[in-house]
């Protein structure tokens, strides 16, 4: 007699989700739940970042230079931690280091400055004298009366620059905010780089880590040659200033090579904004027409057209080892004109990701992963039988 016929219940097929996931998953695939998910997660995160920005919108610039100063002083950072033994106190010396410094120069140049600016407030008839009298020894204005112009012009410039410190004043609020965004984000990464570093790290998938290595390595190159080549290249033009005005003995030398140094970061201006002066100055105080000559042609020449033009995007380019000559001097130049100060920076940091990306994506190894994981897909997926 035949037993009773024992039936078991066909093994389940293991869920879709825990298979085509973690896989090569299709759009064609998702459920509408899944959709509307993705779509409200999507404008959600959309608009939490667009507040985001516009609420940092007038301290980006500053965040930004915090978060590459605070990695570029990190061996600093780490050699003042080997003697002192303590994270913040350490951070705190370098920035220090860094800033004293700095502050140092700018109250010498505006104590400088300032009197200066007092000095012409109350000659201004006879920086009117001498600029007329000047005037007059060209041939093309010998006739010409231009005293009364000439007067209103130096009074409106002397106006502005006993307006100066009230204008320096005026603009404390915006820069003090600036100022504590940049400082407490170069210390926090003073203090917490390899956090950061692991935690970015551990939410990028494994399938991106070639993408990742790539841009990581492009970054660091390009932000190297671009401080790198920025400093270095300000430094040489602001001691040329300096030898010039001390060889042709103008007064204010060491102020007007630290102005140098700084207005040569903007657009648009730069050490020609001292040096073009500092010839006309010469011309009509001190009638000396070759000296004044001799720092046009030097200062165009030299600062303008070799420094800033070849040699800045030559060496960014050779340190950092990603990008060469021609697409260094474009990011550079862009870069300034399109973002400000920040473009220094921002600019080489652009066309190095978009290099990145574009040598990960026509590597082959990154095809050759890609087909074998279809390859793998397509071998592994067969029919589920049930039993």
């Known amino acids: 007699m035949a037993g009773p016929i024992i039936t078991t219940p066909a ?32 404008v959600l995160g ?52 860094v800033i004293v410094p700095v502050l140092l120069v700018l109250a010498y140049s505006y104590s ?16 009117v004298a001498k600029v007329n009298a000047a005037m007059q020894r060209l041939p093309l204005f010998k006739d010409a009366r231009i005293s009364g112009s000439l007067g209103n012009a130096v009074v409106a410039a002397t106006d502005y620059g006993t307006r100066l410190p009230a204008l320096v004043k005026g603009a404390i609020k915006g820069f003090s905010i600036s100022a504590t965004i940049f400082l407490f984000t170069a210390f926090y990464i003073l203090i917490g780089a390899e956090k950061i570093g692991s935690y970015i790290g551990s939410k990028i998938p494994p399938r991106y880590d070639e993408l990742r290595r790539a841009l990581e390595t492009n970054v660091r190159g390009v932000l190297y040659g671009a401080i790198y080549s920025t400093l270095l290249t300000q430094t040489m033009k602001s001691l040329i200033i300096l ?39 010469l011309v009509i105080f001190r009638d000396a027409i070759g000296p ?45 004109y399109t973002f400000g100060l920040a473009g220094i920076l921002l600019g080489p940091i652009l066309i190095g990701l978009l290099k990145a990306v574009i040598d990960t994506v026509t590597a082959r190894s990154s095809w050759q992963i890609l087909e074998l994981d279809d390859v793998e897909t397509n071998d592994g997926a067969g029919p589920i039988v049930q039993a």
């Not at 825990?18 to 896989?23: D, L, S």
């Not at 380019?317 to 990008?323: D, F, G, N, P």
């Open 11 to 42: 093994a389940e097929p293991p869920e879709r989700r825990r298979i085509e996931r973690r896989g090569n998953s299709r759009i064609g695939d998702l459920t509408l739940p899944e959709v509307r998910r993705i779509f409200i997660t999507l």
């Open 112 to 127: 400088e400055m300032a009197d200066v600016v007092s000095y012409a407030a109350t000659h201004q008839d006879e920086i």
């Open 243 to 281: 030898f010039m005005n001390l060889a042709f003995r103008v007064p204010l030398a060491g102020a007007l090579a630290v102005i140098s140094f700084i207005i040569g970061f903007f657009p648009i201006v730069g050490s020609w904004s001292v040096y073009v002066p500092v010839a006309i100055w």
């Open 292 to 336: 004044a000559i001799a720092m046009i042609v030097i200062g165009t020449v030299v600062n303008t057209v070799f420094i800033s033009t070849y040699l800045r995007p030559k060496i960014a380019a050779e340190r950092s080892r990603v990008l060469n000559f021609y697409w260094m001097f474009v990011a550079l130049i862009t870069g300034v």
């Open 46 to 97: 959309a608009i939490v970042l667009a507040l985001f920005f516009w609420m940092v919108k007038s301290v980006i610039v500053a965040a930004i230079l915090g978060l590459i100063i605070g990695f570029y002083l990190r061996p600093l950072h780490l050699r003042i931690l080997a003697r002192v033994r303590s994270q913040n106190l350490a951070a705190i010396v370098t920035l220090l280091v």
